[in-house]
């Protein structure tokens, strides 16, 4: 695995994974995972074709309108000829018609024709009925006809700016993050084949405390011979800790894909990386001026304690053991965003291991019977992700640290709002984490004392 930028200590990358479900919420999809050859693209996107509905529908619906509006007063043959053949700009409902044509051509040609990734043309569109329709309003005697002078300027003008906010907000967005997700399958799957399917892991001991070593490095790969899975429930919610254990694992090996996004005063960094069927992937990497051990047992050992010092978790709760390495776990969150995001709860499953100098937890989404999704919360979902703690080969006293988020908030959140949210998420845990081993440290040194 490549270093990082913290010297010797930078190549001592932990081999973590969200998971925590108060602080990644992703996508979690059925096994085996990822990376199989990406499947031919459709010719024009479902929300693509979807806008060039609604641009289709305004044509009509202002056609519609105008169509009412001319049978309102005398024979409609007689009202044509009047805004039609005797045209005057102060009074007809002619022009508002031939605008809408205007923007019904020009949106298809541009965006169903060519089939353009940029708003140029929705901005001229936009921009021209917009002038149009406020200087008619200001020198027309419309308003003072019948009704319509008010609905056909206003119904043209709000459906011309619901065309503008879709295409810019859902139809280039979605498209784009469409495109940059086909192109890592595309990648993954003619350059590095491997990178993601799952494989056999080893698994490490779950309960040992973090100040012990239970037995040689060697034996800290073998099973651990206490609790075992025994129903097919079980041994489904251990074959979803192994899965994600893998993916985590797999991630942590493409540092060098890793994508800076923005860094802290305490020097955390927040990277992100693409993944096939999972979409954008938040990655925190820090550096901890504390044992490996002490993060090891607040963030993975105790994740039900993590409320009493991390104010974006409100909630956690161990539903069930299944094994010495596996884990169903309960999560709420807190707010996030300033309240725009509300609290969401989670039903992971987790799979802890050791691994001579790292410590790991990985999980993804799970079905608990003992929760079920309620009306209280939206339930959120985590793809693999998770925790790692890696102790560094020359100073006992140091560790890095790194947060794998992968989320999907469910709801109607707007992407964009979700992920300018996550990087501030994340950089508050690790001011949580910070705080917290700052108040364990004194008590630390006067039981070593003692």
């Known amino acids: ?38 499947a031919e693209r459709k010719a024009i996107s479902d929300v693509r074709r979807t806008f060039c509905l609604f641009v289709t529908f305004d044509l009509l619906f202002i056609s519609l309108l105008w169509i009412i509006e001319l049978n309102i007063s005398s024979t409609i043959w007689d009202n044509l000829k009047k805004e039609v053949v005797c045209y005057d700009y102060r009074s007809s409902f002619f022009d508002i018609f031939l605008l809408a044509l205007f923007r019904f051509l020009c949106l298809q040609v541009g965006y169903a024709a060519f089939r353009l990734r940029h708003w140029w043309v929705i901005a001229v569109t936009t921009l021209v ?10 020198v027309s005697s419309l308003l003072s006809e019948n009704p319509f002078g008010y609905v056909i300027p206003i119904t043209s003008f709000v459906v011309a700016w619901l065309e503008t906010w879709f295409l810019d907000f859902k139809v280039l967005t979605q498209e784009a993050d469409d495109e940059r997700a086909y192109l890592a399958a595309v990648n993954a799957a003619c350059e590095r084949a491997p990178m993601i399917y799952p494989r056999a892991v080893s698994d490490g001991q779950f309960y040992s405390p973090p100040e012990s070593v239970a037995g040689s490095e060697e034996d800290l790969d073998e099973e651990g011979l206490g609790r075992r899975a025994v129903t097919a429930q079980e041994k489904q919610y251990v074959s979803q800790g192994r899965e994600a254990m893998s993916v985590v694992e797999q991630i942590l090996d493409q540092e060098d894909n890793w994508k800076f996004e923005k860094n802290n005063d305490s020097g955390d960094s927040v990277y992100t990386l693409e993944i096939p069927f999972h979409g954008k992937t938040f990655i925190l990497k820090a550096f901890m001026q504390c044992p490996a051990e002490l993060v090891y047992q607040e963030v993975i050992l105790q994740p039900e304690k993590m409320v009493q010092w991390n104010r974006t978790v409100s909630g956690c709760q161990i539903l069930q053991r299944v094994d010495d390495n596996t884990l169903v776990s309960y999560d709420v969150s807190s707010g996030a965003a300033g309240g725009v995001v509300s609290a969401r709860d989670f039903v992971n499953v987790r799979r802890v291991e050791r691994k001579r100098d790292c410590y790991l937890s990985a999980g993804m989404a799970t079905d608990h019977d003992a929760k079920p999704p309620v009306g209280r919360y939206v339930r959120g979902e985590n793809g693999p992700g998770g925790f790692v ?18 989320t999907d908030l469910k709801g109607r959140l707007p992407r964009y709002l979700i992920h300018q949210s996550l990087a501030a998420t994340m ?17 630390l040194r006067s039981h070593q004392l003692a």
């Not at 919420?25 to 059925?30: F, K, N, Q, Y």
């Not at 009925?129 to 200001?138: A, E, W």
């Not at 950089?427 to 008590?443: D, T």
Request: charged fraction near 10%.
């Open 1 to 38: 695995m490549p270093g990082g930028d913290y010297g010797e200590l930078g190549a001592s990358l932990p081999a973590i994974a969200s998971l925590n479900a108060s602080y990644s919420t992703s996508l979690s999809l059925p096994s085996p995972y990822m990376l199989v050859p990406p």
């Open 129 to 138: 009925t917009t002038v149009f329709l406020v200087v008619k309003v200001i």
């Open 389 to 406: 703690v890696l102790k560094s080969s020359s100073n006992p006293s140091v560790c890095t640290f790194i947060w794998v988020l992968n």
């Open 427 to 443: 950089f508050e845990f690790m001011s949580h984490l910070r705080q917290r081993i700052a108040e364990l440290r004194p008590s």
